[in-house]
């Protein structure tokens, strides 16, 4: 048990350090065709956060964990939602803007509606499947959400946030070619070997203890592929610079959901069992109180009060997962 542990933290270590080397070669690459910082920040970046989720998703699909797939995919949104902005919003102050409250959220429960309309019309036997098909569309769907992301932030006004992009983006140092290559090489071997260690022992500790695919799934992965949103909000919010950590969670939501499920169930279709239709209606709950409380503020902030209930929310879906 211990070495399966150990062997699930090397493997996020791995994912999440895979994922960078892999984005800082992809964002040279973009930037030696002369390709705006704006729009490497959007793009490259922005998916490569969640390269450590579409590694496991590939893994598991190929390996037939269909629960581990979708439970992923949605607690990962409930612990974007619940932990990730609770602990941001009592540690800084997290406001909701305009663009969040009125077009990303109302997107974002579309798209957990359009997941439960899925999941629950297509049957093999007597056993809900997600097939390839529906798949694709979910995959387009996130690229055209992604261009639209670019689009609205090349028209947006207010040009700060479009500046912490591209301060992110300078950080990046330029590399030789020969250096790109084996950053290339090296990021996929760590996104490859770390995804199956996680996969592999998540599954063999699940055996084990008795536990179950989805429960793994909506815990244990989800929090370890979302650390990295847990350092940024941690960061973020102890430098009042919340905007983007906000909208990239909201973000990362829409695209979770559509990219995930998407890819999985087209490399193989996925099974989808009717336990997780309470895990996607608790997620449409979660999002409709945080743009209600976007709209009914005065400030459009989240109060310690709020935050403090949103991580017990968290607790308390950890306890009934079990």
Known sequence: MLLEIILIVVGFILLIKGADILVSAAANI?????????????????????????????????????????SNAIGSCICNLLFVIGLSSL??????????IYIHLPISILAIILILFLGNTEKIGEVNVINRWQGL???LLAVIYILYTIYEEKKMKDRKLDKEIINEVEKIKEKSKSSIIIYIVLGLVGLKFGSDFVVNNTILIANNLGWSESFMGSTIIALGTALPEIVTGIISARRNKTDLLLGNIVG?????????????????????????????IFLIMITVILQLIGILSKKSKINKLES???????????????
Do not use: Q, W
């Open 252 to 280: 990362s939501n829409v695209i979770n959901l559509f990219l995930l499920i998407g890819i999985g169930s087209l490399i193989n279709p996925l099974f989808f069992d009717v336990r997780f239709n309470k895990n996607l």
């Open 91 to 100: 540690i800084g102050i997290v406001k909701l803007d305009k663009r969040i």
């Open 30 to 70: 973009a930037k030696k065709f002369k390709l705006s910082e704006m729009l490497i920040g959007l793009t490259i970046v922005a998916i490569g956060t969640s390269l450590p989720e579409i590694f496991i998703t590939i893994v598991s699909s190929m390996d037939g964990h269909s629960d581990l797939i979708i």
């Open 308 to 322: 403090l209930l949103f991580i017990l929310a968290y607790i308390l879906f950890i306890c009934s997962m079990m």
């Open 137 to 139: 569309v979910l995959v």
